[in-house]
Structures are given as C-alpha cells and as structure tokens.
C-alpha cells in the first residue's frame, strides 16, 4: 500500500468515526437517558451515569477525529486558508478533548461544559472554512452549512441562561451531519475532485429560464420549510406550538391560599387546602412570578424564577409564609377555581363612605 491509498484510507477512517461519534450520543445519551437527567440541566446530566459519561466521551472522539482526518488531508499544503483551517480546527480538537475529558472524569461542570462546547464551535469554523474555499476536496455546500451550524450552535449554548441540555450542533444536526462525513469518506477514498465549473446552463434562453426558475422555487421552498427547524434544532427553541414546562406547586403555609401563577393582577388564580401539592403546566416563558395569598387577601409568598432558577429548584415551588417579599395587597378581579366547580367573581375594594362633596355651582352663588 503506498503513502497516497494509507493517507486516503485513514481520512476516510477518520470521517466515518466522526459520524459514529456525533450519531451514537444522540440515541445512546441524548434520547436514551432518563427525562430528569435531561430536564434538570447539564451540571445534572453530566453527572447522570452512564449516559453522561459516554455523550461526552463520544462527542470529544467525534471532534478529534473530525480534526484529524481534515490534517491528513491538508498535510502538505500551503496557503494562509489552509493555515487557519490547521489551527483553528487544532485548536477546537484540544479544548473539545479537554473539556469533554474532564466531565468524564467528573471535573467542575460548569467550567468542563463551557470548554468542550467552546471547542467544538471552533472544530466548525474550521470545517466551514475548509469545505468552503480552504480544501479543494472538502468543497460543500452541505459542509459548510453544518460548519457554520456547529459553530452558531455553541456561541448560542453558551450565551444560553437557562441551563437547557442540548445534543452537540443541535437536535437534529447528527443526521445530515453523518451523510456529509459518510459521503466525504467515499469520495476521499474514490480520490473524488470537485467540479469547479458550478451549474452549467443551457444557452437556449427558454431552457435557461426554466433551470433557473425550477432551482430558484427549490431553493425558496426548501429555506422556508427546512429553515424553521434548523432555528429551533440549533437554538433549542419551539417551532410548532407554545412550549410548556411541568411545575410542582406544594402549600407549605399551613393554611389555605390562593395561588396566582404571574401574579395577583393575574385574572387566573386557584385555591390550594392546606398541604396540597398540584402538577401545573406554564408557558415557557423564562420569567416566572408566583405569588399566593390568604383566603382574605393578605400577601403569604411573592417570588420571581428564571428557567435555571426552577431547574436548581427541580421544578418544585414550595410556597411558605413570608409576606415581607410581594408588594401591598391588591384587590383582584378574579376566577377562582376550587375543586372541579368554577365560581366567577367580581372583588371590588370598598371604599368608605364620607360627606357629599359640595355643589361648585351652589357654593359660587352669593
């Protein structure tokens, strides 16, 4: 075997360890592991074994060999493209490794975490810049897009504040991401080169306005349907629906409450007996702002959440009396629920009642 077929050999060993290690995470860790491991946040899912341990492991093989197939491959180049290609993917390869191997071992997540998704955005600049001018035979469209997608992936998980547990690139980065690396192994192995020309046209005007037409309605239909799940598979945000979150409401004051979900402006309250606990469902709006009161009224508990704040909390609000938190009493207008029976009523505060206030036109006669 000469040096050129063991170099091509090993690159296309490389991607498809690549692959495995971005897909077997999102089945054996991600999906696989128990919904409190997911729900409680990612210094809990680290810690969550053994599905913590291997996702992490694997996510760190994944980069590495991403890394390394992408250096064989420029070994021997020149040019300041492919020197910045070189060092940005060397150094993602070290801080993915560094942080990915220090959660294993059980090391400060919240410093772990950071490094190994910190990594792995710069191991997708680097693939981005490779497959988009860097490497003649890493040119792709579909490469740089998930270059591009892992690197926005991890500015935006570490930006994130609500501490959610994401897959690496995003729910469904694995998938294209393991057809490109699939596809980039056969063609390193067959010595594929890329076509330079880019689309030829035909010169006949009709037949030139139907290809661009035909790709211009492609390309418009495909953004708009694929673009929507790309936001919300990067971003971890909700693409169909208004995102919900399950809280725990336990009435620790010893007496019963009226439990306001946003507040005592809120028209939506319920009554809770003493000790009750109820499963409540909330927008997912990252702001929360609890309150309760006695059944005259009288502030007991006024607290403010953010996403992190309730998953520190594990979902569980324990209202207990502490009146000196919320603002002065507030006569509600409200829908009070109790039980099954719904009973609508208007509070209106009183106000007391003094003299008439003189006539303005009596008192200006003389």
Same mark, same amino acid.
């Given at each position: ?17 690549? $692959? ?21 946040? @990612? ?25 390394? $197939? ?7 180049? *020149? ?11 060397? =150094? ?24 190994? *998704?910190?990594? $792995?955005?710069?191991?997708?600049? =680097?693939? $981005?810049? =490779? ?32 501490? @959610? ?142 996403? @992190?704040?309730? @998953? ?55």
């Amino acid at each position: 075997m000469n040096k050129g077929t063991s170099s091509r050999l090993a690159v296309a060993a490389a991607l498809c360890v690549s $692959a495995a290690g971005v897909l077997l995470p999102t089945f054996n860790g991600y999906f696989a592991a128990p919904r409190d491991c997911i729900r409680f946040g @990612r210094v809990e899912f680290a810690a969550c074994q053994p599905w913590g341990k291997t996702t992490v492991i694997e996510n760190g093989i994944a980069i590495a060999a991403l890394i390394a $197939a992408l250096w064989i491959t420029t070994r021997g180049s *020149t040019g300041s493209a492919v020197w910045a290609t070189r060092l940005i993917g060397a =150094a993602g390869a070290a801080g993915s490794a560094v942080g990915n191997i220090a959660s294993a071992i059980g090391m400060e997540p919240m410093i772990a975490i950071p490094l190994a *998704t910190a990594g $792995a955005g710069m191991a997708g600049g =680097a693939v $981005a810049l =490779a497959s988009s001018r860097a490497v003649p035979t890493w040119r792709s469209t579909l490469g740089t897009i998930l270059g591009l997608t892992l690197l926005i992936w991890s500015i935006a998980y570490l930006l994130r504040d609500d501490d @959610r547990v994401l897959p690496q690139g995003g729910v469904l980065f694995a998938f294209p991401y393991a057809i490109w690396s699939l596809r980039l192994a056969w063609r390193t192995w067959r010595e594929w080169r890329p076509s330079l020309g880019g689309i030829r046209y035909s010169h006949h005007w009709p037949v030139r306005v139907l290809q661009v037409g035909t790709i211009s309605v492609f390309g418009v239909l495909l953004f708009f349907i694929v673009f929507p799940f790309w936001i919300g598979s990067t971003f971890g945000v909700a693409v169909l629906g208004d995102p919900g979150v399950e809280v725990t409401i336990e009435n620790a004051t010893g007496e019963p409450i009226m439990f306001y979900e946003v507040g005592r402006r809120s028209s939506f309250k319920i009554q809770m007996e003493t000790a009750e606990r109820r499963e409540w469902s909330w927008l997912l709006t990252g702001v929360y702002t609890p309150e309760a009161t006695d059944l005259l009224g009288n502030p007991l508990f006024c607290r403010r959440y953010s996403d @992190r704040d309730l @998953r520190q909390l594990r979902y569980v609000i324990r209202i207990i009396r502490d009146p000196g938190s919320g603002p002065e009493p507030f006569p509600s207008t409200s829908l009070v629920i109790t039980g099954s029976n719904t009973d609508m009523r208007v509070r209106r505060p009183r106000t007391p009642m003094g003299p008439p206030a003189p006539d303005s036109r009596r008192a200006s006669r003389p």
